[in-house]
């Protein structure tokens, strides 16, 4: 069965740090290339951050440059998203995405992350 699933959500305070891990299965993980989409209650969904098949390159929203790390480890067919200084605007649900150009996009459910004191 092709699924992601994301773990690591929770409540932090602002300033303060997560980690997010998806669990990939039922595909070739190392294929794949992983991004991280966040979506807030009213807003489109937008994307965080990505990382090619073998990890060799790396984007990122302005918005959460140099305060997010986005990394994989394939022999875990896992994608992994750091994030530091967190604010109260990084309040969203997070989605985990894999994308090949030959096969249908997946997704996974999500983890809330809420910033708040």
């Known amino acids: 069965q092709v699924q992601l699933v994301e773990s690591g959500g929770g409540l932090v305070q602002p300033g303060g740090s997560l980690r997010l891990s998806c669990l990939a299965s039922?595909?070739?993980?190392?294929?794949?290339?992983m991004s991280w989409y966040r979506q807030a209650p009213g807003k489109e969904r937008e994307l965080v951050a990505a990382?090619?098949?073998?990890?060799?390159?790396?984007n990122y929203a302005d918005s959460v440059k140099g305060r997010f790390t986005i990394s994989r480890d394939n022999s875990k067919n896992t994608v992994y998203l750091q994030m530091n200084s967190l604010k109260p605007e990084d309040t969203a649900i997070y989605l985990c995405n894999a994308y090949n150009y030959a096969y249908t996009a997946i997704w996974g459910q999500g983890t809330q992350v809420t910033v708040s004191s």
């Open positions: 039922g595909f070739t993980f190392s294929t794949y290339r």
């Open positions: 990382i090619a098949s073998t990890g060799g390159s790396t």
